[in-house]
């Protein structure tokens, strides 16, 4: 397990932080559907998704794949 820090961005615990293990993270997606409200991220596993704050380029730097 390799775990991360993030601020979730879904209700009812937005603007929290939240630890996912992105050693089951298959894909990583800049989310068009909250355009209006900023650029976030979604993270996509088989088992689960989860919506962040901090946009695509700043979770390609926490997770590593890009400086």
Known sequence: MKFK???NANVPF???KIAIDISEVKSIFEDVTKSDEGKYTTLWS?????TVQE??????K???DIS
């Open 46 to 50: 088989h088992d689960n998704s989860w």
């Open 5 to 7: 820090t993030f601020t």
């Open 62 to 64: 926490m997770i590593g």
């Open 14 to 16: 937005e603007g929290k």
């Open 55 to 60: 946009d695509f380029e700043t979770v390609m």
